[in-house]
């Protein structure tokens, strides 16, 4: 499974962007498409995530600014961020998972990681 994320870039606070994800190559073996971001001396955190059902997960950051939203037709999985905050500034990771569960979000299977793209927020 292959990913090519985009979309990143310099908005200031209050701003938007959106971020796609397109997943190439076995992608039947996918469940869910995720995102992740890390700032810079932070952890990886889980951000978004939407299964093949549309079943979603966020993180408590992000509610009510963010949507992950998929087209199954495309392969491609979209991260909306509404109301950006300087806080939001991270590396953006997508991330393809084979198994996961939506009750505990979290990964069981294999993961496919694609390159990050780097939003960056001003105040």
């Known amino acids: 499974v292959q990913l090519q994320a985009s979309g990143g870039g310099s908005v200031k606070a209050g701003g938007s962007l959106r971020l796609p994800c397109t997943a190439s190559?076995?992608?039947?073996?996918?469940?869910?498409m995720t995102w992740y971001r890390q700032a810079q001396g932070s952890e990886r955190e889980l951000v978004a995530a939407?299964?093949?059902?549309?079943?979603?997960n966020y993180a408590d950051s992000v509610k009510g600014r963010f949507t992950i939203s998929r087209d199954n037709a495309k392969n491609t999985v979209y991260l909306q961020m509404n109301a950006l905050k300087p806080e939001d500034t991270a590396t953006y990771y997508c991330?393809?998972?084979?198994?996961?569960?939506?009750?505990?979000?979290?990964?069981?299977?294999?993961?496919?990681w694609g390159k990050g793209t780097l939003v960056t927020v001003s105040s």
């Open positions: 190559g076995s992608v039947d073996r996918i469940n869910a």
């Open positions: 939407i299964t093949i059902d549309g079943n979603t």
């Open positions: 991330k393809a998972a084979t198994h996961w569960d939506h009750e505990v979000g979290a990964n069981f299977g294999m993961a496919y």
